[in-house]
């Protein structure tokens, strides 16, 4: 049976949670969990959350894994808000080490800060395969965006993370560290290569022209509509990006995202007054 597969729009920053039911044991996996977060107050919330939690009781669904296509620094996870609410598994793929190794410098997190994963329960790799209930999954790595990023393939539905958007929008920038134009294309060609009828299961959608978000392309229309697939070859590819790239700003989240989601979604420990801080690192100067 196919999974059974419910999204969820985190309007704020354009995400798409997932929840992935097995209809046989009704057990479940979330994917991408956004939480909700007010850079302007600094106030967390868990609005998304929460209706997510919600659906999980409504139908009796246990959570066995909540899973992360990469760490994401447009939306903060409420992966760990969920573990605590609902159970289940946290893991992302195995280059969340990399990504933590970039950015435990760049935020200066000292010693105290692990950089081998272990904040995650698990770390997948390429070609791993796990069980949600009676599904299977498989673990494809899809780097290029970044280098953790991979896609999870739940029978006829391939969760895939920032890899691809919806056709008129495009593919992911591959701007950030350790991010590849050329390993963006080889990911891009592995997941058009699978069956035509597959499932594309966006992580964001960024409607132009006032559309309705879209959650699910089929692939064969991500084969021939998508506007930075079609015609397109690997060194045309990687040269367009390389130009759109040096043309978009940072994400407006990009530094409370990346604190919390590089620690599995919990917040910065407190310091000695009691209170969490997220940090802003300054360029330029006087």
Not at 3 to 32: G, K, M, S
Not at 153 to 172: E, M, N
Not at 231 to 260: E, F, I, K, N
Request: net charge negative.
């Amino acid at each position: 049976m196919p999974p059974l597969l419910t999204p969820f729009f985190h309007a704020p920053t354009f995400t798409w949670t997932w929840v992935v039911e097995d209809p046989a044991t009704h057990a479940a996996a979330i994917v991408d969990p956004a939480l909700d977060y007010d850079p302007k107050s600094g106030q967390v919330g868990t609005l998304l959350a929460d209706a997510v939690i919600a659906h999980v009781h409504a139908r009796g669904l246990a959570v066995q894994w909540i899973l992360e296509t990469h760490a994401h620094a447009d939306h903060l996870t409420a992966a760990q808000y969920l573990k605590q609410q609902l159970g289940g598994t946290v893991a992302i793929g195995a280059g969340i080490v990399a990504v933590q190794r970039h950015f435990a410098g760049v935020f200066n997190l000292g010693g105290d800060f692990a950089t081998d994963g272990s904040q995650f329960d698990h770390r997948f790799v390429d070609g791993e395969r796990f069980r949600i209930g009676a599904l299977d999954v498989e673990v494809l790595a899809t780097p290029g965006h970044t280098p953790d990023s991979l896609s999870y393939r739940v029978g006829d539905a391939l969760f895939i993370g920032d890899t691809l958007f919806a056709p008129d929008v495009g593919s992911a920038r591959c701007d950030f560290p350790g991010g590849d134009a050329a390993a963006l294309w080889a990911s891009i060609q592995r997941i058009l290569a699978l069956p035509g009828d597959t499932r594309i299961c966006l992580a964001h959608d960024y409607p132009p022209g006032g559309r309705e978000p879209r959650a699910i392309v089929p692939l064969q229309e991500m084969r021939t509509r998508n506007l930075h697939v079609v015609g397109q070859d690997g060194d045309g590819y990687v040269a367009m990006r390389t130009a759109r790239d040096a043309t978009l700003a940072a994400p407006h989240l990009l530094w409370p995202s990346l604190q919390v989601n590089i620690r599995a979604g919990h917040l910065p420990p407190p310091e000695a007054n009691g209170r969490a801080y997220l940090k802003v690192p300054l360029a330029g100067g006087w």
